[in-house]
């Protein structure tokens, strides 16, 4: 036997090492124990004792999640665990119904909300400005969420493939549910949770009608109680045609008695297996999916059909206006527009319509959705894409708080400037709306003027460390963040999410802060400048493809670059598709004229000739070329600096990231050479000086079908 101190020292050790290793699971609840030993004393000082208070001061699952994050977290981070008192206060006001307030006092830290759910949220709140590293001395913290519902949309399959998902399959074990329930669900939850969001949609929005019927219920009835205590309520998407395909009608006309009873007897059930079930996501009559107009009846009767069925229960319908048609000759980006604003004011009380940032399709950069502000009279929600369709899946380093912030903080200019889409969203921006208490079970103690919804598209899998890419968990992260409070900057965001995904040194903070936050704007150099659009590789959209022709117009790379001897670009103003004239005055006159037109979304909304002079005095064509290559140049400069983050951020995680920055060094080459030599074609131009000259031949790249895929990788350059 070893002798005891011998043991006591190789336990030290080896829990040291432990310490260090980090596979990215804990994304950032990390409680490792605070280095600074002053500091964790001060902090151990602050929190002995913590009061969490609502006015009923009873226990609860919830109560005891929140003790178990704080006894935990507070353990790993000082070494000892507070004592947590349990006391009835009353709430602010101002808190609503899921706000917390955070106060130091002389007797401890209070941990103050309305009710159980405020508290866990605090909780959550107070540990990470412990991880952050933040003073208590002074602590007064008031918070309270500006949209009701935050909430996660997976895109996850009946077989666990998931849909535009690149971190493995989907998290539901659907074939061990309901009887056996994987501790990582546990663990989605505090993530969810630690964020503010309280909602989850398990399932895709090109829906499965199996997930409807009695087996599937039980196994999201299992989850819902994973994740009750969490305050995260389950959703589910509802396939239009399911009364015909699991219930055995003729049809699923929304209007039919029939369908109309077996949605209500639906709903009845689905409550009784999942009591605080949240409602159903519909995509409807779009790329395929059936819907309402398969009767000749509206999306308005369709929404409002499932509406009456949930409306009992306390439920609602988040209704999708992602819907285009190939066989309407109009521009895809006047599709949505044109199809919803005729209904507004049409849907129940209880619909809200889901609405993607921007009229194409999660684009790296796209201008606000016209919808926004034009649909006074119906609560409008954001659907933002987390997982990285368009931007590199999980191999390519893309932070996306930058981009949300451009779409929350755009002005619609509806009913009046000031009107954001953030403001659209939460409802504060229109003061007509009428004021309506959101859900029964609430109580009345809701306080908000109208139903508001906010989505993010998953990027969550069974990859160890949840979403492929070690840096992609900051992306779930800035959205729950934003979710919450959409005033919050991205800079704020990508500093604590460094913070606690990587500790407070003092190196790798502003090394992988200033990262992040140029990220967005590099994959947009290389990928899309100067606001082309819709330019990648056929059906698994990574990668180049602006060559794609033939099938479906609208789903070509043609269609949306237009690119000819004279120019490039989609004239989306009076003289072309006029999808200006959807938005406010103020708005389309901005972008209409080129003396004011960001260069960011001149393409987007000009066809503008090779040589049109831009106002950084180059002509069109080379400024081009010269993002493509800034694109190249930074993702470069990453790599430099990474490297000096050696021995400051562990080995695992260092050297994975590490690997992928070379991986997405050479994919934004690809882009650039694919796209200059393809646009060199109609441009007949040569490349301006500062962009090197091609690694690989046009021809080649164009043979290549999925560039990025590792079976067919170009191979490395001369
Ligand atoms: C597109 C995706 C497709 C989705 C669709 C949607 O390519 O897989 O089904 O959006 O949002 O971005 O419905």
Not at 5 to 32: K, T
Request: aromatic share 10%; hydrophobic share 40%; with cysteine.
């Amino acid at each position: 036997m070893t002798p005891r101190p011998l043991r006591a020292l190789f336990l030290l050790c080896s829990l040291a090492l432990v310490a260090r290793a980090d596979d990215g699971y804990r994304l950032w609840l990390r409680y490792d124990r605070i280095a600074d030993e002053s500091l964790r004393r001060d902090y151990a000082a602050q929190t002995g004792t913590i009061f969490l208070a609502t006015p009923g001061g009873a226990e609860s699952p919830t109560i005891a999640a929140a003790r178990d994050e704080l006894t935990s977290g507070l353990a790993g981070l000082l070494g000892t665990a507070p004592k947590l008192e349990f006391i009835k206060a009353e709430a602010p006001a101002a808190l609503g119904p899921e706000g917390y307030s955070l106060r130091a006092t002389p007797r401890g830290i209070e941990v103050i909300a309305a009710r159980d759910l405020g508290v866990l949220y605090g909780s959550f709140a107070l540990l990470r400005l412990i991880q952050t590293h933040q003073p208590l001395g002074r602590l007064a913290v008031t918070s309270a969420p500006k949209i009701q519902h935050r909430m996660l949309n997976h895109w996850d399959n009946l077989n666990r493939s998931v849909e535009r998902g690149y971190a493995g399959q989907s998290l539901w074990e659907w074939d061990k549910l309901p009887g056996e329930l994987s501790p990582r669900y546990r663990d989605y939850a505090r993530a969810c949770a630690s964020l503010g969001l309280n909602g989850t949609v398990l399932v895709n929005v090109n829906a499965n009608a199996q997930f409807l019927t009695p087996a599937y219920l039980a196994k999201a009835a299992a989850l819902a109680g994973v994740f009750r205590p969490y305050g995260l309520r389950v959703y589910l998407t509802a396939r239009f045609s399911a009364p015909i395909e699991i219930g055995g009608l003729k049809t699923a006309d929304p209007l039919d008695p029939a369908v109309i009873k077996w949605w209500h007897d639906k709903a009845t059930e689905i409550y009784r297996a999942i009591p605080d079930f949240g409602g159903f996501l519909v995509k409807a009559n779009s790329e395929g999916q059936p819907g309402p107009q398969n009767y000749q009846r509206t999306h308005a009767d369709g929404a409002n059909l499932l509406a009456g069925a949930v409306a009992p229960h306390g439920g609602i319908v988040i209704w999708r206006a992602f819907v285009y048609d190939a066989n309407v000759p109009d521009d895809r980006h006047k599709q949505a527009y044109n199809e919803f604003v005729p209904l507004d004011g049409r849907f129940r009380d209880n619909v809200v319509i889901q609405v993607k940032n921007g009229a194409i399709d999660f684009m790296p950069r796209e201008p606000f959705h016209p919808l926004f502000g034009a649909m006074p009279r119906t609560p409008l929600a954001l659907e933002l894409q987390i997982t990285q369709e368009y931007l590199g899946g999980s191999t390519q380093l893309a932070f996306l708080a930058p981009m949300w912030k451009e779409v929350l903080d755009a002005d619609t200019f509806r009913p009046r400037a000031g009107a954001t889409v953030a403001r659209v969203i939460d409802g504060t921006a229109n003061v007509a709306r009428v004021s309506r208490p959101v859900n029964p079970a609430d109580t009345g103690q809701e306080t908000r003027a109208t139903l508001s919804v906010i989505a993010g598209v998953a990027n969550t899998g069974t990859d160890r460390n949840w979403s492929g890419h070690p840096l992609a968990p900051s992306n779930w992260y800035a959205y729950g963040r934003l979710a919450w409070d959409h005033t919050l900057t991205a800079a704020q965001i990508a500093d604590e999410w460094t913070r606690l995904t990587f500790g407070n040194d003092a190196r790798v903070v502003p090394t992988v802060t200033s990262i992040l936050l140029a990220s967005r704007e590099t994959v947009v150099d290389y990928s899309m400048p100067l606001g082309l659009h819709h330019i990648m590789a056929r059906n698994h959209h990574q990668g180049p493809g602006p060559w794609v022709a033939g099938g479906r117009p609208d789903w070509t790379s043609l269609y949306y670059h237009r690119a000819d001897e004279k120019g490039v670009g989609f004239d989306r103003t009076t003289a072309g598709s006029n999808a200006l004239g959807q938005y406010a005055p103020e708005v389309a006159r901005r972008w209409a004229d080129l003396a004011t037109c960001p260069d960011r979304d001149l393409l987007w909304f000009h066809h503008l000739p090779w040589d049109h002079r831009m106002r950084s005095g180059n002509i069109l064509w080379d400024d081009i070329c010269l993002h493509y290559q800034r694109g190249v140049d930074t993702v470069r400069s990453w790599q430099k600096s990474w490297d000096t983050l050696a021995g400051a951020i562990d080995e695992e995680r260092f050297k994975s990231v590490q690997a992928l920055f070379a991986r997405q060094e050479r994919e934004a080459r690809i882009w650039r050479d694919a796209c200059t030599q393809y646009f060199a074609t109609f441009a007949k131009r040569p490349l301006p000086a500062g962009v090197e000259p091609p690694a690989w031949t046009l021809g080649y790249l164009r043979s290549l079908n999925a560039p990025f895929t590792a079976t067919a990788h170009p191979p490395a350059a001369k």
